[in-house]
């Protein structure tokens, strides 16, 4: 195997096609040898570095994590988290996409290895919630609970999100992975076509802009990365009312508060603005988060759910310090809108986001648009 494995690897960067090495792996791994495929990983990381980064490499490296993780079977687990965990190839970003194709392609029995064997503290936090998302009960999975319920990740960022779904996260769009890639759906264009129109009501008070960079910041997470590894922008901006403003009279208010999303709409390029249901914003800010946008992978399901939490909290204007089960309660005491238009601001493309939320007392009005294109 040894003598193989140094063969293909000495003439990986001389391949235009690399199919045929993918080829190799898959019967190994079909006839019960993972290992052969774990050990053929761990020498292109090694090699990676020596040879200027060599596209092959990489691809061959990721074609064997997405075979085994995608592979039922206890033993492929095993070799996919030997794998990764080799020093060369070790890191955050490899762990979060780790945990989101192993919690896909297998079941929670054969994850529990994760949490007993090697595996980063990273990728376990990160499979905990990938498992969430999909409905496990890790809280009481053997194998799983002591360490999702052990008070030695309690700093961990993603230690703050609960250990069980809320309703609104139900139906999450997750990824569904296989050996040559993903899919996924796009439930991006929080607007059109969708929901109840919302026609004007009563008349708008006075309104200051009382927006702060880390609530925009805090806004914007779920969106952040559109605009740090794609082509994407950002708007979000808070507004305090007089007095407070009747649900229905949000779609005259949007218009009037010089927003950059909506310049030069008018008689001629039409504001659609249509009452959401707050799982439908939950959704929508996941996926933008979890996914990405044109030209990124985004953060995967973990941190893309802990993402879409902070800028619905912040959306819906949450003070500090607040419990999950507090920011769910005044989510939902929230009104929640998605608007779109024709602006020269929006990108038309497929990454298009606009939602703005009505706070209880019905005088904070948060905004958020995004748009991403390829």
């Known amino acids: 195997m040894a003598d193989q494995i140094r063969t293909i690897v000495a ?17 190994r791994v079909g006839r019960g040898d993972p290992a052969f495929a774990a050990d053929l990983g761990i020498a292109c990381a090694d090699a990676y570095g020596a040879v200027r980064h060599a596209w092959q490499y990489r691809s061959v490296f990721d074609h064997l994590l997405r075979l085994l993780a995608t592979t039922r079977g206890s033993g492929n687990v095993a070799q996919a988290l030997r794998m990764v965990s080799c020093p060369r190839a070790a890191d955050r970003k490899l762990d979060r996409y780790t945990a989101s194709l192993l919690a896909s392609g297998h079941g929670a029995e054969d994850l529990a290895l994760a949490f007993t064997g090697r595996a980063s503290e990273e990728l376990r936090a990160c499979l905990v919630h990938e498992l969430v998302l999909r409905g496990v009960v890790v809280e009481e999975t053997p194998g799983i609970a002591g360490w999702a319920l052990s008070r030695h990740w309690s700093h961990h960022p993603l230690r703050q999100l609960p250990l069980s779904l809320y309703d609104m996260e139900r139906g999450a769009d997750l990824p569904s992975y296989g050996v040559r890639g993903r899919s996924h759906s796009m439930p991006y264009d929080s607007s059109a076509g969708r929901g109840p129109a919302v026609s004007g009501g009563a008349r708008v008070p006075s309104v200051t802009e009382t927006t702060t960079r880390a609530a925009a910041a805090a806004m914007g997470r779920a969106v952040a990365n559109w605009a740090e590894e794609s082509n994407g922008r950002i708007e979000a901006r808070v507004f305090t009312m007089a007095e407070p403003l009747e649900p229905a009279s949000v779609p005259m208010a949007l218009p009037t508060l010089g927003l950059d999303c909506l310049r030069g ?38 941190y893309g759910r802990l993402a879409a939490w902070q800028s619905l909290a912040a959306l819906a204007q949450s003070p500090e310090g607040l419990t999950a089960q507090e920011v769910e309660e005044r989510v939902r005491g929230c009104v929640w809108y998605g608007f779109g238009a024709g602006t020269n601001w929006f990108e038309q493309v497929a990454w298009d986001i606009g939602l703005a939320a009505l706070a209880p007392d019905r005088r904070g009005l948060a905004v958020l648009a995004a748009t991403d294109t390829d």
């Open 11 to 27: 003439g990986l960067a001389e391949l235009d096609d690399v199919s045929g090495v993918w080829a190799v792996a898959e019967e």
């Open 265 to 302: 709409a008018g008689k001629k390029t039409a504001v659609s603005v249509t009452v959401r249901p707050v799982a439908e914003a939950w959704r929508v800010l996941f996926a933008a988060a979890s996914t990405g946008g044109a030209y990124n992978s985004g953060l995967y399901g973990a």
